[in-house]
């Protein structure tokens, strides 16, 4: 891998809190006790950024955060992995989403606070940040809503990570329109091949359809193909989507076939998922 590469990052951060559990909750009123529960910097501009850095990169991470307590906490998480960060701030809460996990890798996401829908960005700096960056990835959020059309105008090779893609939403639209590479979980699409090729004929030369513990499907205009999982050992399975596209592309652009990047890809999302952090400090490649 190219490790010289200018890396950048748009969007999103929180600060999250994993409560473990053993199943989900029943539809009826409980009480659970001695729930073990993690805090910490999350959402999947994090996670990606936390990832480059595991794997050598030095990422720019641009995100916008609130005036508050748990916004420092996230400046903090950043700077102790020595992640350069541009962060805009507006007046209010910081999001922060509360996740339920259980021991198959399941999780239910609730988003406490989510930030305002419509942020202001410096548009001059990212343009020029944009603008010098070998590498982008574009995820869901409302500050890398506003620097879609610098990405447009971007030489770089663009990732759009759609998350749990809704074909039937038209607000994915914009993001889909910028995408050179397209990572989405299978989650909503029902028929992968069908949406995969979708987006393909709209215009991304790869699509990525992660599948949780089943693995992964990879589509190009001349190939597809299956990535199996690794065997790990379950810890906490956040992060582990941001890991498997991070380490995708960037070996992808390396020179390796998709089914090697993909195989590397899967390798170094199960080392995520033994751990209570975003990402490892460091993969372990060999």
């Not at 190219?2 to 009480?31: I, R």
């Not at 998350?163 to 039937?168: A, I």
């Not at 030369?205 to 949780?212: E, L, Q």
């Not at 513990?213 to 990535?227: F, M, N, Q």
Request: charged share 25%; aromatic share 6%; net charge negative.
């Amino acid at each position: 891998m190219d490790l010289s590469q200018n890396v950048l990052v748009l969007g999103g951060a929180s600060w999250n809190t994993m409560v473990h559990l053993p199943e989900f909750p029943t539809p009826k009123p409980q009480t659970i006790s001695n729930a073990r529960f993690v805090e910490g910097a999350g959402s999947t501009g994090i996670g990606k950024a936390f990832s480059l850095k595991a794997l050598g990169y030095n990422p720019t991470l641009h995100i916008t955060l609130g005036d508050d307590d748990h916004a420092e906490k996230v400046i903090k998480a950043c700077a102790d992995r020595g992640i350069s960060t541009i962060a805009d701030r507006y007046q209010g809460e910081t999001a922060q989403h509360l996740n339920l996990m259980d021991m198959h890798g399941g999780r239910i996401s609730i988003f406490k606070t989510n930030g305002p829908e419509e942020v202001i960005v410096d548009k001059g700096q990212m343009g020029r940040e944009i603008a010098k960056a070998d590498v982008i990835y574009v995820n869901l959020a409302a500050s890398a809503m506003a620097l879609l059309d610098l990405v447009a105008a971007a030489e770089a090779k663009i990732v759009v990570d759609l998350h749990d893609f809704d074909p039937n939403n038209h607000w994915y639209d914009k993001f889909i329109e910028v995408a050179n590479i397209v990572q989405l979980s299978d989650e909503k699409v029902g028929d992968d091949d069908r949406i995969a090729n979708e987006l393909l004929v709209r215009g991304s030369d790869i699509v990525v359809v992660t599948r949780g513990k089943e693995g992964a499907a990879i589509y190009s205009e001349d190939e597809s193909l299956v990535v199996e999982p690794v065997t790990a050992k379950l810890k906490d399975s956040n992060g582990a989507g941001d890991t498997f596209c991070v380490s995708f592309v960037q070996n992808l652009l390396s020179g390796r076939s998709l089914n090697d990047a993909g195989k590397i890809a899967a390798k170094l999302a199960s080392q995520t998922v033994e751990t209570d952090e975003i990402s490892p400090l460091q993969f372990h490649l060999a």
